[in-house]
């Protein structure tokens, strides 16, 4: 089973900010938070990722609380092409099968115009 | 340019039939994985392979089966045994089985039984 909790769809209008959130109170010291998005039949594609400190690339920003018990992924501004489901994933970042992401069923973001 | 390919992308079988879906990758990737996807639903693994000539049920692997015999390429045999075998199946590789966790997925295979 999935360790994350996120709500099942958000609407976002398009160039706002799009922040959707992420529960994970069971994480463990040593399990990241990772962030995947699906746009419809096409397969995911990884966003970002992260420990404890909060990090920001090109695609995305993710704000981790400091008890790490959840996250936000942070779209700054959103566009209708960022229209998909997002998916929060919690694991262990090492191989054999507790390294293995398990991808519940996500966040579906609409961005409007 | 490097990537995964999936082929075919759209399949249709009669009940009771062997299918086999080719999952090929050019990244120089020594890990696999596949996902089935149902509608609605996330992803769930059926297999992985951290390096050629080894692989690892995962969650759902009644009714499937792989080989790893090249270390570009993963193929997917959906049995007869599997009940319910139409859904999304999805390829994913990444860069080793210790790894950030950044998985690169293909485009998928449709696989619809009539």
């Known amino acids: 089973d999935a360790k994350t909790t996120q709500p099942p769809s958000m609407d976002c209008a398009e160039g706002r900010a799009a922040n959707l959130p992420c529960n994970h109170s069971?994480?463990?010291?040593?399990?990241?938070v990772y962030w995947y998005r699906q746009i419809h039949s096409q397969g995911p594609q990884y966003i970002i990722h992260?420990?404890?400190n909060n990090e920001t690339n090109e695609m995305a920003s993710l704000i981790i609380t400091e008890d790490r018990k959840s996250s936000t992924l942070i779209l700054p501004h959103a566009t209708l092409r960022d229209t998909a489901v997002y998916y929060c994933?919690?694991?262990?970042?090492?191989?054999?099968?507790?390294?293995?992401?398990?991808f519940g069923k996500g966040t579906k973001l609409s961005v409007k115009p | 340019d490097g990537g995964i390919t999936q082929s075919p992308k759209y399949l249709f079988r009669k009940e009771g039939q062997n299918v086999t879906l080719s999952c090929e990758q050019n990244l120089n990737h020594d890990a696999m994985y596949w996902y089935r996807q149902d509608p609605g639903q996330g992803l769930r693994l059926i297999y992985y392979?951290?390096?050629?000539?080894?692989?690892q049920k995962g969650d759902i692997a009644e009714g499937y089966s792989v080989s790893r015999e090249k270390k570009e390429s993963f193929p997917l045999t959906v049995t007869s045994a599997q009940k319910n075998p139409t859904a999304f199946y999805l390829c994913?590789?990444?860069?080793?089985?210790?790894?950030?966790?950044?998985?690169?997925f293909g485009e998928g295979s449709r696989l619809t039984v009539l």
């Open positions: 994913a590789s990444s860069i080793a089985a210790v790894n950030t966790g950044e998985l690169f």
């Open positions: 994933i919690v694991r262990f970042n090492y191989g054999g099968s507790q390294g293995n992401l398990i």
């Open positions: 069971t994480i463990s010291g040593n399990e990241y």
């Open positions: 392979s951290q390096i050629v000539n080894d692989f």
């Open positions: 992260g420990l404890k």
